[in-house]
């Protein structure tokens, strides 16, 4: 075999800069297909190049000028990030360098790469699975330390080897019921009733719903939760934007109404990411473009997965009657995703802490019964910040553990639709004693279980993923 012998089962060649755009100390270029190899020694003039080995090298254009200089690297087929032949072009990081060096592949046949291309062609060559190659986004998109350590855990394969052991309990529950329907036993042991896929049927069922609850905190995780600020003006919710941020990322001023339109920030609380929005303080007003902010607010409010009703506790005495007040006929709507944020304590004679401990076993009545919780704080002092925080993680249900997996939407709801075809088998098995239906539910299972890791996949659901993806990666 000479050297550039193709592959026949290669892809024709892409290319695409794999570095951020910018000024940067190294730029990289990355080539994968049946012509990389080829591509490779052309633009560096090399005779050959050893895999996995670094060489120096002149990156020329047609004319045999230098572009540039640095290092190439070449990775065979299958030993790659794709499963083909890949090609590393390092050079300096800056744009015109790396454009021009870009335009010298498109010129010896490679194609732009489009988003997420490169993870497609390894996901297709069985590189890496669906959940996989999602964990590379979430890995490069990760705004904490928690998600990021997450995502290299589903990356390296955890995820996917629950998501595989479960696929195969399933299968092979699906083969004993197809298997008995066909070759009944011959001492006519009736097995719809021996209790075997009962008991088989009660294990799946647990490991679905112990790694739905895993996955339920990844995508918590990956996620975060968006909170939106509400109340009346001067309550005090930029204030509370700047303690939780850190920084005087809003105006604060004593004039009602200086915030008048949406401002959005993200955050990472206490592991949580949440992305906060300030909004325009609720009121009646003749100002057009109040108005406007106001209007803005309600369409957050009605959005938001969790609601901070911020409201100045020396001045309102009765957050149940303001929450009526401020959110009108949306007060039972909002009242499982509401947090009654009473600011200002230290304006009281009593300490946060004081106030918290009572106001974790007070409820509100009527319409806001059991489902609001009062904390107290000071946006002056920071005192019950933590509490709030605290109290937020306890809403949203956010208590990854230690070894949490990143998780994405669809991931739970394959799950749940998983468990309710189980749940159908069980009663299919458990009331109509229907083998033929036992087992068509458990085919059901295992499509949207393979969705998962892309062992059941459609196009649609593919372009959707991989398009999400950097250009280049």
Do not use: W
């Not at 490069?140 to 195969?168: P, V």
């Not at 059901?444 to 393979?450: D, M, N, V």
């Amino acid at each position: 075999m000479n050297t550039f012998e193709q592959t026949p089962s290669q892809n024709p060649t892409i290319a695409a800069i794999a570095t951020p755009i910018g000024q940067g100390g190294v730029g990289v270029i990355r080539l994968s297909g049946r012509s990389a190899y080829e591509l490779g020694c052309q633009i560096t003039g090399k005779k050959s190049l050893t895999p996995r080995h670094a060489h120096f090298a002149k990156f020329t254009d047609a004319k045999g000028d230098t572009i540039d200089e640095g290092v190439v690297i070449y990775f065979k087929a299958p030993h790659s990030f794709t499963g083909e032949d890949v090609v590393e072009l390092q050079g300096h990081g800056g744009m015109v360098l790396q454009n021009m060096l870009l335009t010298r592949c498109f010129e010896l046949g490679a194609r732009q790469a489009t988003a997420g291309e490169f993870s497609l062609r390894a996901f297709e060559n069985d590189k890496i699975d669906l959940v996989q190659a999602e964990a590379i986004a979430d890995a490069i998109s990760a705004t904490s330390k928690a998600q990021a350590a997450s995502a290299i855990r589903s990356l390296s394969g955890e995820f996917s080897n629950k998501i595989n052991e479960l696929f195969d309990n399933l299968t092979n529950l699906r083969l004993y019921v197809e298997a008995s329907i066909d070759f009944p036993d011959e001492e006519d042991v009736d097995f719809l009733s021996d209790g075997v896929i009962d008991s088989r049927l009660q294990k799946l069922l647990a490991g679905i719903d112990e790694i739905l609850a895993t996955a339920k905190q990844g995508q918590l995780l990956r996620d975060g939760v968006h909170v939106v600020l509400a109340g009346k003006p001067n309550a005090g919710k930029s204030s509370l934007l700047n303690r939780l941020a850190g920084t005087e990322r809003a105006i604060v001023t004593d004039v009602a109404g200086t915030t008048r339109d949406t401002l959005e920030e993200t955050l990472v609380l206490d592991g949580l990411t949440v992305h906060l929005t300030d909004t325009a303080g609720l009121r009646e007003t003749a100002d057009k473009v109040e108005q406007i902010g106001i209007d803005r607010a309600k369409t957050a409010i009605r959005q938001a997965d969790i609601l901070l009703m911020v409201y100045d506790v020396s001045r309102e005495t009765d957050p149940e009657t303001l929450a009526k007040t401020l959110f009108d006929d949306d007060c039972q709507n909002i009242a499982t995703r509401l947090l009654m944020v009473a600011n200002k304590s230290d304006l009281l004679d009593v300490s946060c802490e004081t106030l918290n401990v009572r106001s974790s076993d007070e409820r509100l009545s009527k319409n806001l019964k059991n489902s609001a919780d009062v904390i107290h704080v000071s946006c002056e002092t920071g005192d019950g910040i933590a509490d709030l925080v605290a109290m937020l993680k306890e809403k949203v249900g956010f208590h990854p553990p230690e070894n949490s997996l990143i998780a994405r939407t669809r991931h739970i709801d394959a799950l749940r639709r998983t468990r309710q075809y189980v749940l159908e088998a069980h009663e299919q098995l458990t009331v109509f004693y229907a083998g033929e239906l036992v087992a068509e539910s458990l085919r059901s299972a295992q499509q949207s279980l393979g969705e998962i890791t892309g062992q059941v996949s459609a196009d649609e659901l593919l372009g959707k993923i991989f398009s999400s993806f950097c250009i280049g990666k």
